[in-house]
């Protein structure tokens, strides 16, 4: 079992920057791929960024990359995604997740490769 908590979410203006953290407790957090999720009211949940259980790969969806950095410290058992020039349309609730495939792959964007998730931590961007 792994326990994900996410922090770090509130409001900003169009802009603006918000780095959030995914603590994790429980199981070996090395052992696991990483993702961040959002979803916005009415829609469905999106990938956003994932790295691999050594940091050493990341991949974003294209309407964030070159804005959002997602980045991992093994030793602290924490995933950040670091998120400049927000935009209104950033507005959503974000979850970290844990994929035991530990590496990326094809699969990395879909929802139901991802075994843990946390509760989610809003972001509003105010336009």
């Known amino acids: 079992q792994v326990q994900l908590v996410e922090s770090g979410g509130g409001l900003v203006q169009a802009g603006g920057s918000l780095r959030l953290s995914c603590a994790a407790s429980g199981r070996s957090f090395e052992s696991y791929a990483m993702g961040w999720f959002r979803q916005a009211p009415g829609k469905e949940r999106e990938f956003v960024a994932a790295i691999s259980w050594s940091g050493s790969n990341t991949y974003y969806t294209r309407s964030v990359k070159g804005r959002f950095t997602i980045s991992r410290d093994n030793a602290k058992n924490t995933a950040y995604l670091q998120m400049n020039s927000l935009k209104p349309e950033d507005t959503a609730i974000y979850y970290c997740?844990?994929?035991?495939?530990?590496?990326?792959?094809?699969?990395?964007?879909?929802?139901?490769?991802?075994?843990?998730w946390g509760q989610g931590t809003q972001v509003t961007v105010s336009s």
């Open positions: 997740a844990a994929d035991p495939t530990a590496v990326l792959t094809a699969a990395t964007i879909r929802a139901d490769s991802y075994d843990y």
